[in-house]
């Protein structure tokens, strides 16, 4: 793996005829952390620097670590590095290479292919770190982004230009929601010129495979950029991939003017690798054991993810939840930059009812009155209610049974049984694996049927006939 665009080789004898206080030297090495001394100069946080006998050996600038010394994240193997190493700073960050070009194709966090095609053919480079833009040139226009999944686009409705969190232990199914959600918006809706970018940060590399043949599969790949540094690649590569993904994004909205819908798979994988990093720098931990800069390396990513009055950005991120504690430090710290936060519960997952998303502990900002409108606004909030007095009766039923119920109370408790049946749908990501095809609902139709339930024209209808079905009409 190389580094594109900080030097060409025609610029290795200017490089290394700079004045002699631009160069350093290595003084110890701590994994993929190397500590390096500049004793007249003080380098720019993030420039690239190369050993002076293998600029393909190269580092980045990370933070002062004393009056001349600066810790650097190391982007090759430390097994050839020696303490006394001359080093030459390029003063130049990672240049990532850009254009239409990168449609269709899957690259690393330099942009170097991973698809087994051909470099990337486009001499325009551009900076992976970047300033965000004013706030004057903020788009706050809000509006519902349609999904085609019922329980989303009734309880956590999407923002168009808004970020929204998948957030859920080890294997609910929150990257199987962020396909499903690729899939929908980019190629079902792909006349509204819509093209998406794919950071896998830290996830197996299996999942990055089954995420690209899903995509050739259903033709989405064309309108899609992947960029992938799996869960064995340095915490510095995994750290790097997000923000070279963020700076296409950026490039696509600023520069092509594309509506862009930003898919990053694992935001907490991101948070982790600065943690692995920090551990190594021997930095005092903050909360929960995370680094004491968790909240601004957050920032540099969540900030530049801005819509404009020309064109929109939308993130969806998955968030894993250590041992299913939502209050864990780093699963806080993203959820404060969340428009919507979909929960996925385990124990709602195995009583197969697909999507595993909890209702009850989801959320977004844009179910008002306001955004989605009185009807949507009103619908969901009296769905909720049902949910939670059905959550209340659960306990007795299990007690005693569904006999011992009021009369209220046993209708209460079979409409809401109906209801979070019907939340079930087929996805079109699993119909290879289930045989069963996937549907896209209309946010109209979801509400028409959800209302129908509310008010009792279906309480004749067995429980299970609403299981997996995409609308009423279809049990009818």
């Not at 665009?5 to 993929?32: A, P, V």
């Not at 500049?38 to 946080?45: D, H, L, T």
């Not at 540099?300 to 404009?308: W, Y």
């Amino acid at each position: 793996m190389r580094l594109r665009g900080y030097c060409f080789w025609g610029e290795l004898y200017n490089l290394f005829n700079m004045d002699h206080e631009k160069r350093g030297t290595i003084i110890s090495i701590r994994g993929e952390v190397v500590e390096v001394r500049f004793s007249s100069y003080a380098p720019r946080v993030h420039d690239i620097v190369v050993l002076e006998d293998n600029p393909a050996m190269r580092m980045e600038v990370y933070s002062s670590s004393g009056h001349d010394t600066y810790f650097c994240l190391l982007f090759s193997q430390s097994a050839s590095l020696t303490r006394g190493a001359r080093v030459v700073n390029t003063e130049k960050p990672v240049m990532l290479p850009v254009g239409t070009g990168l449609l269709g194709r899957v690259i690393d966090a330099f942009g170097a292919p991973l698809d087994g095609k051909p470099e990337l053919e486009t001499r325009e480079e551009y900076p992976i770190y970047r300033p965000s833009i004013p706030l004057a040139g903020i788009s706050t226009h809000q509006e519902i982004l349609e999904t085609g999944v019922k329980i989303l686009d009734l309880f956590c409705p999407f923002l168009r230009g808004g970020k929204i969190g998948l957030l859920g232990g080890a294997g609910v199914g929150k990257t199987v929601m962020l396909t499903e959600l690729l899939h929908n918006i980019v190629m079902l809706r792909k006349q509204e010129k819509t093209y998406s970018v794919f950071a896998g940060v830290g996830e197996r590399t299996r999942e990055g495979q089954e995420l690209i043949e899903t995509l050739i599969l259903r033709n989405a790949l064309p309108y899609a950029c992947v960029v992938l540094e799996s869960m064995g690649a340095s915490p510095a590569l995994r750290q790097l991939s997000a923000h070279s993904a963020t700076a296409i994004v950026e490039y696509m909205r600023d520069s092509l003017s594309y509506n862009v819908l930003f898919f990053i798979d694992n935001m907490f994988r991101f948070a982790q690798a600065g943690n692995e990093l920090a551990v190594t720098m021997q930095t005092i931990p903050s909360e929960d054991g995370y680094q004491p800069t968790l909240v601004s390396e957050l920032a540099r990513v969540h900030e530049r993810l801005i819509s404009t009055d020309v064109a929109t950005v939308s993130a969806v991120e998955t968030v894993y939840i250590p041992n299913d504690d939502i209050l864990d430090h780093a699963v806080q710290a993203v959820l404060s930059y969340l428009d919507s936060a979909v929960v996925f519960s385990r124990d709602i997952y195995q009583q197969n009812l697909l999507p595993a998303i909890d209702p009850i502990a989801s959320y977004s900002s844009a179910l008002s009155p306001q955004t989605a409108g009185e009807y949507h606004y009103q619908t969901a909030r009296e769905a909720e209610t049902l949910l939670k007095r059905a959550i209340a009766l659960e306990r007795i039923v299990s007690l005693v049974g569904e006999t011992e119920l009021s009369s209220d109370d046993r209708i209460t408790y079979r409409r809401a049984k109906k209801l979070r049946n019907f939340m079930t749908q087929n996805l079109f990501v699993l119909e290879d694996q289930t045989g069963v095809n996937g549907q896209y609902i209309s946010l109209s139709t979801t509400l028409a049927d959800v209302n129908q339930i509310l008010s009792g024209k279906c309480d004749h209808i067995p429980d299970e006939k609403f299981l997996y079905v995409g609308s009423l009409a279809e049990i009818k």
